[in-house]
């Protein structure tokens, strides 16, 4: 188990799923700070404060695809534009099952994977031990 916390960022705007991704976060046993924003210029604008302070980037951004103001591949678009210095693992947890969303995603080179709702305790699990050895260099 790891001692490093992992920064977790979620964009949702489904307060229900958010809520789930906190319990199952909570089950992983691993130390995880949870962000949600409930749309992508409210991640973007968070992000960005983060860039200009001291603060550390998340390591991993989970974005849903359907939300207001600015949609999961609208803030994929912005996220680029911020030039953010080092990697981060994004996937898009969607609850689309149309074959060109996860087609769209692979796309992107900044997004490993496309994971479909509702997130798995398993699956977060796999996320987060993949976070924790780019961390500690494994």
């Not at 489904?14 to 089950?27: C, H, L, R, S, T």
């Not at 609850?95 to 969303?101: A, H, I, K, L, R």
């Not at 997004?111 to 996320?127: A, D, N, Q």
């Amino acid at each position: 188990m790891m001692t490093s916390k992992i920064k977790l960022l979620v964009i949702d705007d489904d307060d229900i799923n958010i809520f789930i991704i906190k319990k199952i976060v909570e089950k992983t046993g691993y130390n995880v700070e949870m962000i949600s924003k409930t749309n992508g210029q409210m991640a973007i604008d968070y992000l960005t404060g983060v860039l200009s302070s001291a603060e550390t980037l998340p390591q991993l951004i989970l974005i849903d695809i359907n939300m207001p103001v600015l949609n999961g591949w609208e803030f994929l678009e912005a996220y680029e534009k911020l030039g953010v210095p080092q990697k981060v693992d994004m996937y898009m947890l969607s609850s689309s099952v149309y074959e060109n969303d996860i087609e769209k995603a692979k796309t992107y080179t900044m997004v490993k994977g496309f994971i479909s709702k509702p997130l798995s305790i398993e699956r977060l699990t796999e996320l987060l031990k993949l976070v924790e050895q780019q961390t500690n260099g494994f």
